[in-house]
């Protein structure tokens, strides 16, 4: 008697099976236990601020908790390397700005390029704009530039320290515009804000400025992302401006170290994409300064590694060095 067709199929299973071809149960229902999320810089800044409503939106979709430890110190890296020396089995991810790979990895001594370091989901990208306050006269981008050449190594701007993102574009910005400002350094962005808000200093690339622009506080010239913000129409965005590619994106999301699972990236990658699709979400988000973006697994990779080869030709081009 011949074997029935279900016989013959439970034999070609078992054959998969016992030679290790059939798929992994194990990889398809992560995460069983909770996932640690590291955010490589202290509560209450901008990586915190978005890493928590994802945490708790995944929580909340997967079933098991998705903690957030905050653990700061060289730009990020401290953070990012704890994670990539974490086996590569999903529980220990990364939530941070891209920054802490394509400026840090490519300005500091760390342990670590992009190649070391595997995206796996896209949240957000920064909506900043440059900012000037009582200090500066400047209405527009064209009398700021013309203030700054005018008054040469004068006209300042503060940020997060040198390879910051407001340092990156301001640097780009007098490389290509024969323009040179002076860089007030700051432990983070808030204590430079205050300063501007104070009239100590010129000017700023911010998110967390806006409040102040709509309360009449500071001038918004340009704005740093590929639209205009829907809160202010009327500020140009630095690339219609013609300085598109000044505007070197910054943006956050989850890394990993390499050997994570593909089933594993493939359900992280999906879940975040979906979270970031709830108007809520996208709504609260955009009032913090964050407009939400998602790229599949390979577009990602694609867009991670043209991003790290752009800030390399900005760092190159301009010269920019860690002090």
């Given at each position: 008697m011949k074997p029935s067709m279900f016989a013959r199929s439970l034999v070609f299973a078992l054959a998969l099976w016992s030679a290790g071809l059939a798929p992994a149960k194990a990889e398809t229902d992560?995460?069983?236990?909770?996932?640690?999320?590291?955010?490589?810089?202290?509560?209450?800044?901008?990586?915190?601020?978005?890493?928590?409503?994802?945490?708790?939106?995944?929580?909340?979709?997967?079933?098991?908790?998705?903690?957030?430890?905050?653990?700061?110190?060289?730009?990020?890296?401290?953070?990012?390397?704890?994670?990539?020396?974490?086996?590569?089995?999903?529980?220990?991810?990364?939530?941070?700005?891209?920054?802490?790979v394509t400026t840090v990895a490519n300005l500091r001594k760390v342990p670590y390029q992009a190649a070391d370091v595997d995206p796996i989901a896209m949240t957000t990208m920064y909506v900043s704009g440059l900012m000037v306050g009582p200090k500066n006269t400047a209405r527009d981008l064209k009398e700021f530039l013309a203030l700054a050449k005018a008054n040469p190594g004068k006209i300042s701007y503060g940020g997060s320290g040198v390879g910051s993102p407001t340092d990156l574009r301001m640097k780009y910005l007098g490389g290509l515009t024969g323009t040179e400002f002076l860089s007030i350094p700051y432990t983070g962005n808030a204590a430079a804000l205050n300063d501007l808000l104070a009239g100590v200093i010129d000017s700023i690339i911010e998110l967390n400025g806006f409040p102040h622009v709509k309360a009449g506080k500071l001038r918004m010239l340009a704005m740093f992302a590929p639209e205009r913000h829907p809160d202010f129409p009327d500020v140009p965005t630095i690339g219609e401006l013609g300085f598109e590619a000044v505007n070197a994106p910054v943006w956050q999301g989850f890394y990993g170290p390499l050997g994570i699972p593909q089933e594993i990236k493939e359900k992280l990658n999906k879940a975040v994409a979906e979270i970031g699709a709830r108007p809520e979400m996208r709504a609260k988000l955009m009032e913090l300064g964050f407009a939400v973006r998602s790229l599949p697994l390979k577009e990602l990779k694609e867009f991670y590694l043209a991003d790290d080869a752009h800030y390399k030709k900005i760092i190159r081009e301009q010269k920019i060095v860690v002090d």
């Amino acid at each position: 008697m011949k074997p029935s067709m279900f016989a013959r199929s439970l034999v070609f299973a078992l054959a998969l099976w016992s030679a290790g071809l059939a798929p992994a149960k194990a990889e398809t229902d992560w995460p069983k236990t909770t996932v640690k999320l590291v955010v490589p810089f202290p509560p209450g800044g901008a990586n915190d601020t978005v890493a928590r409503p994802y945490a708790q939106a995944l929580s909340q979709m997967l079933g098991q908790p998705f903690v957030v430890e905050n653990r700061g110190g060289a730009g990020g890296a401290i953070g990012l390397e704890s994670v990539l020396k974490s086996p590569p089995n999903g529980y220990t991810l990364c939530m941070c700005a891209s920054t802490v790979v394509t400026t840090v990895a490519n300005l500091r001594k760390v342990p670590y390029q992009a190649a070391d370091v595997d995206p796996i989901a896209m949240t957000t990208m920064y909506v900043s704009g440059l900012m000037v306050g009582p200090k500066n006269t400047a209405r527009d981008l064209k009398e700021f530039l013309a203030l700054a050449k005018a008054n040469p190594g004068k006209i300042s701007y503060g940020g997060s320290g040198v390879g910051s993102p407001t340092d990156l574009r301001m640097k780009y910005l007098g490389g290509l515009t024969g323009t040179e400002f002076l860089s007030i350094p700051y432990t983070g962005n808030a204590a430079a804000l205050n300063d501007l808000l104070a009239g100590v200093i010129d000017s700023i690339i911010e998110l967390n400025g806006f409040p102040h622009v709509k309360a009449g506080k500071l001038r918004m010239l340009a704005m740093f992302a590929p639209e205009r913000h829907p809160d202010f129409p009327d500020v140009p965005t630095i690339g219609e401006l013609g300085f598109e590619a000044v505007n070197a994106p910054v943006w956050q999301g989850f890394y990993g170290p390499l050997g994570i699972p593909q089933e594993i990236k493939e359900k992280l990658n999906k879940a975040v994409a979906e979270i970031g699709a709830r108007p809520e979400m996208r709504a609260k988000l955009m009032e913090l300064g964050f407009a939400v973006r998602s790229l599949p697994l390979k577009e990602l990779k694609e867009f991670y590694l043209a991003d790290d080869a752009h800030y390399k030709k900005i760092i190159r081009e301009q010269k920019i060095v860690v002090d």
